[in-house]
T-cell receptor, first 114, second 112 residues
């Protein structure tokens, strides 16, 4: 199984809502990532988990809160978002080797903040 | 400042021709460089990876070159097909905790 799954596919939320994005992989990968991608822009790294521990936080606002409950699951908790946070949120996974390893991406969650 | 540049305009080519996409970077020292394909509304899909000490890598109809002196990678698709139409992203692998930094991508359109 070389698939990364993400739920939901689409999410519309108000600025006062709390919601969560979910990501799952069963490839035995021990590194998992969250990226944010705006239209016609490249994916931008938000967080990296390695062996279920947060290893990189790219100075993301605290209204985004990642969680890695086990080696197969990655969540992104959302609270008090702004309209400019509307984007495609991509999850990815890989072996945790430092460099030279491909990442497997999920299909993304299209988030709209109203 | 650090920068990654890919062909800013879409690349339109005829079926059967070779598509050549460019990735230039400034003020980075990547240990590896990766190429991904992204279709609209989907996540990127890994295509090829090349190391800093490799000049060229091939996989089926795909070829990538990496020149660390010029700070440039070229990505070639030979015998292109309409199904190759997509956005192609280059990504610098900085060997810092699996971090990838992506270029903005080049839209490739192959017309039959």
């Amino acid at each position: 199984d070389t698939e990364v799954t993400q739920t939901p596919k689409h999410l519309v939320m108000g600025m006062t809502n709390k919601k969560s994005l979910k990501c799952e992989q069963h490839m035995g990968h021990r590194a998992m990532y969250w990226y944010k991608q705006k239209a016609k822009k490249p994916p931008e790294l938000m967080f990296v988990y390695s062996y279920e521990k947060l290893s990189i936080n790219e100075s993301v606002p605290s209204r985004f809160s990642p969680e890695c409950p086990n080696s197969s699951l990655l969540n992104l908790h959302l609270h008090a978002l702004q309209p400019e946070d509307s984007a495609l949120y991509l999850c990815a996974s890989s072996q945790p080797r430092t460099g030279g390893i491909e990442q497997y991406f999920g299909p993304g969650t299209r988030l709209t903040v109203t | 400042s650090q920068k990654i540049e890919q062909n800013s305009e879409a690349l339109n080519i005829q079926e059967g021709k070779t598509a050549t996409l460019t990735c230039n970077y400034t003020n980075y020292s990547p240990a590896y460089l990766q190429w991904y394909r992204q279709d609209p509304g989907r996540g990127p899909v890994f295509l090829l990876l090349i190391r800093e000490n490799e000049k060229e890598k091939r996989k089926e109809r795909l070829k990538v070159t990496f020149d660390t002196t010029l700070k440039q990678s070229l990505f070639h698709i030979t015998a292109s097909q309409p199904a190759d139409s997509a956005t192609y992203l280059c990504a610098l692998d900085l060997r810092r905790g699996n971090k990838l930094v992506f270029g903005a991508g080049t839209i490739l359109r192959v017309k039959s």
